[in-house]
């Protein structure tokens, strides 16, 4: 089984038009996205609509929740243009996102729980980081009685192995599946990430779960270019190209 996990979108169709070409070239099983469909760029309901279409299971992240939020309640300002180009059918669409997804899959001897969230167990704003104090880091596991964490919201991808120690030589794992429409650790292009799971996979091995992070290309000079000659701020089109 392999399982494409895409996230963090930011309502950049040209970038989400190519993750989608490369997860067809890549014999995946099965996809999801971790959530942020729009924000910071230009077409979010053409995002949305490509996530319906596909009927792909999809989270509420924090700037799906806003921008159901400025619906309700209402904003002019330009900072919230982003968000008010969202459609009101899209924003229905959005405003029914789950927080979690949470999936089993049965090895040879175990049964290997996976819970998908877009920052961590308790919160869609909260950054699941890379360098995390490990007690901490396994205190979420433990709590959430999950193996493997996936999740988005920082844009930075990262596959950690941590030694669960409520069982020796056992580990879990933390896997962040970048971004699509938005990186922020320096590499422009599209992110996303690939679970392989079979029946030989194996917790209590550090190489137990296989994770593969693909990079997608696409044209982000003109998307950028589309961003300055919008009513949305010029650096959003700078954060596109330098990825920050």
Do not use: W
């Not at 229905?92 to 899959?105: D, G, N, Q, T, V």
């Amino acid at each position: 089984m392999r399982i494409a996990i895409i996230s963090d979108i930011h309502a950049n169709f040209p970038a989400l038009e190519q993750t989608l070409k490369s997860i067809e070239q890549q014999n995946i099983d099965a996809v999801y996205c971790l959530g942020d469909l729009v924000g910071y760029n230009l077409c979010p309901n053409a995002v949305i609509n490509e996530i319906r279409k596909r009927h792909i299971p999809t989270l509420a992240g924090n700037h799906d929740v806003k921008a159901v939020q400025i619906h309700n309640e209402g904003s002019n300002d330009s900072e919230s243009y982003a968000y008010q180009i969202v459609g009101k059918e899209q924003i229905k669409y959005l405003s029914a996102l789950p927080a979690h997804i949470k999936l089993e899959f049965q090895t040879t001897d175990k049964l290997i729980k996976i819970l998908m969230v877009h920052g961590s167990p308790y919160s869609n704003t909260e950054y699941l980081l890379e360098d995390k104090k490990e007690n901490d880091f396994t205190a979420i596991f433990l709590d959430s009685n999950a193996d493997i964490i996936i999740c988005g919201h920082s844009h930075k991808p990262y596959h950690r192995v941590l030694e669960n120690p409520n069982k020796k030589g056992g580990y879990f794992h933390a896997i962040n599946a970048g971004s699509v429409g938005k990186p922020k650790d320096g590499n422009p292009k599209c992110c996303y990430a690939v679970l392989t799971m079979d029946k030989s996979s194996n917790l209590s091995k550090k190489e137990g779960v296989q994770v593969e992070f693909i990079r997608v290309d696409y044209d982000i000079e003109k998307t950028a270019m589309a961003i300055e000659e919008s009513p949305l701020p010029n650096v959003y089109a700078l954060m596109l190209r330098k990825a920050y």
